[in-house]
């Protein structure tokens, strides 16, 4: 759902392909959508300055990443 309007998942079949090909590709798209974490975070309230505080650790682990790999 995105600014309330649902979207619906469309895998075109070929001709002779593979059912378990096309559910494959069902699933890598449907974890693309994010709709399993988005409902796994909202199942708990977390506050604004935890979720802020993660953010932060997040971005400093990514560039201390990048400084390691530069230098």
Known sequence: MRGGVQIM???PIKD???IDRALKRYKR????TGTVRQLRARQAFTKPSVVRRA???KAAY???LRDNIEG
Request: glycine share 6%; hydrophobic share 40%.
């Open 9 to 11: 998942l469309i895998i």
């Open 16 to 18: 002779g392909e593979n």
């Open 29 to 32: 798209k449907f974890d693309k």
């Open 55 to 57: 953010q932060v650790q």
């Open 62 to 64: 990514i560039q201390n």
